[in-house]
């Protein structure tokens, strides 16, 4: 059975790191392109960043670009996301998701499946 689990979610203070991280199982993750997503309370979910399935490329939503990074280690099946210089605005809870595809992909409804979530709320 194909899943996806996140963790590494935490309450911090602004401007400070968290890396999360997704591990998969059950199918073949070097197959897969993967994006973070995240949703706010009352907001809609929102693409964070994606990378191909070979990590030769990447995409970043303008909002954390300088500030996030997302990277994978095909061979111990987990794929990280790691946040810097963190804002209140980042307060979200922050999915993985998968695709059996080449590219990247930014719009949620492409993914084929998701993992269940990790809190990450930033305050002081």
């Known amino acids: 059975q194909a899943q996806l689990v996140e963790s590494g979610g935490d309450l911090v203070q602004p401007g400070g790191s968290l890396r999360l991280s997704c591990a998969a199982s059950?199918?073949?993750?070097?197959?897969?392109?993967i994006g973070w997503f995240r949703q706010a309370p009352g907001k809609e979910r929102e693409v964070v960043a994606c990378?191909?399935?070979?990590?030769?490329?990447?995409y970043y939503v303008d909002s954390v670009k300088g500030r996030f990074s997302i990277s994978r280690d095909n061979r111990k099946n987990m794929v990280y996301l790691q946040m810097d210089s963190l804002q209140p605005e980042d307060t979200a809870v922050y999915y993985c998701?998968?695709?059996?595809?080449?590219?990247?992909?930014?719009?949620?409804?492409?993914?084929?499946?998701w993992g269940q979530g990790t809190q990450v709320t930033i305050s002081s």
């Open positions: 998701a998968a695709k059996r595809a080449l590219g990247v992909w930014t719009k949620a409804h492409f993914y084929d499946f």
């Open positions: 059950g199918f073949d993750l070097d197959s897969y392109s």
């Open positions: 990378i191909t399935s070979d990590s030769s490329n990447t």
